[in-house]
């Protein structure tokens, strides 16, 4: 299970990256070089290859170098995993809403 956690951490700290994100995006449409991956954004390479390397890093993306050229894909498991996680605390949070609702109405009721 703590396993689990650092690496749900790892995606939500990836995912809170506005670059990153874009990144993502991109990448639903299919793999992409290096190149084509940086080329919307205004930084130097080292800098947005730091940003894949996070992305790999988590599980989100995974790359495959072919000569000169390294490739990145999606890798959606993690971002199953983070849904998986969002749905359940949605679901915590509708029975709690729910629950409280209940109990202000009850209580609305007797002071009237």
């Known amino acids: 299970m ?8 790892r995606v939500f700290n990836a995912l809170a990256d506005p670059t990153r994100r874009a990144v993502l995006e ?5 793999p992409a070089p290096v190149s084509e991956l940086a080329q919307p954004f205004a930084m130097a ?3 947005f290859t730091q940003h894949l390397n996070v992305l790999e890093g988590c599980g989100l ?3 495959e170098k ?6 990145y894909q ?10 998986t996680w969002m749905v ?4 915590i949070w509708e029975t709690r809403c729910d629950q409280l609702d209940g ?5 609305k009721g007797k002071k009237s």
Do not use: F
């Open 2 to 9: 703590p396993n689990q956690l650092i690496q749900l951490d």
């Open 66 to 71: 072919t000569g000169r050229v390294r490739t």
């Open 26 to 30: 991109r990448l639903s449409d299919g």
């Open 61 to 63: 993306v995974h790359s």
């Open 103 to 107: 109990y202000l109405k009850k209580m």
């Open 88 to 91: 359940t605390q949605r679901e």
């Open 45 to 47: 390479l080292p800098s």
């Open 74 to 83: 999606l890798a959606p498991k993690p971002l199953q995993a983070a849904e």
